[in-house]
């Protein structure tokens, strides 16, 4: 997808900024972090990297509609990025993290299944004990 200049696309990309601003990224939890100081740049540090990933793929108005957004919800201040595809090569990372993670605990549940008698023939049945 890429910012086209007619004024319906616009409209409707507004209204898609909008509604991503509001439902997703100013209502995230918060862990409980330390301080509210280490929340401010943790926040800060993430918009910085969904700005900057908008700004790399070519999404100018978007990052700038998003800038403007936070801007009015932190009270004033403009976080400002430069274009980077760092938050696609983080989001990558995690994604392998988490299948290597998942292939391990599956591996690891397998090796831990405890031996289930099955059904079959018992050859060390001993007929002397009747």
């Known amino acids: 997808y890429r910012t086209q200049s ?3 696309f616009n409209t ?3 209204y898609y900024i909008t509604n991503l601003i509001e439902e997703v990224v100013l209502k995230m939890p ?3 972090p330390p301080n509210a100081s280490d929340v401010m740049k943790e926040r800060e540090r993430l ?5 900057g990933q908008l700004r ?3 999404f100018e108005t978007v990052a700038y509609e998003l800038t403007v957004a936070l801007k009015a ?7 400002q990025s430069a274009p980077t595809n760092r938050l696609s090569q983080l989001v990558q990372y995690g994604l392998r993290y988490e299948e290597l993670n998942e292939e391990t605990e599956s591996h690891s549940k397998k090796l831990q299944k405890p031996n289930k008698p ?3 023939l018992d050859l060390e049945y001993d007929t002397d004990d009747m």
Not at 47 to 51: E, P, Q, V
Not at 73 to 79: D, E, L, R
Request: no cysteine; glycine share 14%; proline share 4%.
């Open 6 to 8: 007619t004024g319906s």
């Open 12 to 14: 409707l990309q507004h």
């Open 30 to 32: 918060i862990a409980n």
């Open 47 to 51: 918009y910085k990297l969904i700005i």
């Open 56 to 58: 790399s793929d070519k």
């Open 73 to 79: 919800a932190t009270g004033g201040f403009m976080i």
């Open 118 to 120: 099955r059904p079959g």
